[in-house]
């Protein structure tokens, strides 16, 4: 595709349980980020990959989230054990250098 | 701390009737502050980049203008369509230079 893809486009979980959200990014982006974005907030960053160097995941919030990248390319983020709390727009966004951030459409989840 | 503040937090406007959004920001060294778009259940759509006080970008009924402290979103003869949440990030620390920080947002409403 043309652009970001995310899915599933909503997820509705109940607590305790885990969920996996997807990305994929533009073709050939180098550079692929997660957020969260709660309602009425600013983006929250999450994690960042560029390439094969390590990821930065100095925004994941607590040991349960966590996310990987496979290939350069298809990215999964993991929530184990969900909380309320984390009931949020889950945003991916994608590179080609470190400025313009191309996103995708978000994955909305509910913990109930 | 860096922060980037938006308001107001909502804008309520006639077609026709032009006003400003304000993005106030205190980072040290900034790189470039971002403005995004973002349409109810989408992800931000990218708009403008400035890099430097006194830098001036245009698109359509939208112009953005930067100072050392803030950067403007000037809005002229808005239709409904401009109808969206505006958002703000800049990009600030020299050996982070991936990560943006995010306002809240401004949600602009054109009433026809």
């Known amino acids: 595709g043309a652009g970001v893809s995310q899915s599933p486009s909503n997820k509705v979980t109940e607590k305790g349980k885990d969920v996996e959200l997807r990305c994929d990014p533009i073709?050939?982006?180098?550079?692929l980020y997660w957020y969260r974005q709660s309602l009425g907030q600013g983006l929250e960053f999450l994690i960042y990959f560029q390439g094969n160097s390590a990821p930065d995941k100095s925004g994941l919030p607590s040991d349960r989230f966590s996310a990987e990248r496979t290939g350069g390319s298809v990215s999964t983020l993991t929530i184990q054990r969900t909380q309320q709390e984390d009931s949020a727009v889950y945003l991916c966004?994608?590179?080609?250098?470190?400025?313009?951030?191309?996103f995708g459409p978000g994955t909305r989840l509910t913990v109930t | 701390e860096d922060q980037v503040t938006q308001s107001p937090e909502a804008l309520r406007l006639q077609e026709g009737e032009s006003s400003s959004l304000n993005c106030s920001y205190t980072v040290s060294g900034l790189r470039g502050l971002f403005w995004y778009r973002q349409d109810p259940g989408k992800g931000p759509e990218f708009l403008f980049t400035l890099y430097s006080a006194g830098e001036e970008k245009e698109k359509e009924r939208l112009k953005a203008t930067l100072t050392k402290k803030e950067s403007f979103l000037h809005i002229t003869a808005p239709k409904p369509e401009d109808s969206a949440t505006y958002l703000c990030a800049v990009q600030a620390p020299m050996d982070s230079n991936y990560q943006l920080i995010w306002g809240a947002g401004t949600k602009l409403i054109i009433k026809p």
């Open positions: 966004a994608s590179s080609a250098g470190t400025t313009r951030q191309y």
């Open positions: 073709s050939g982006h180098t550079a």
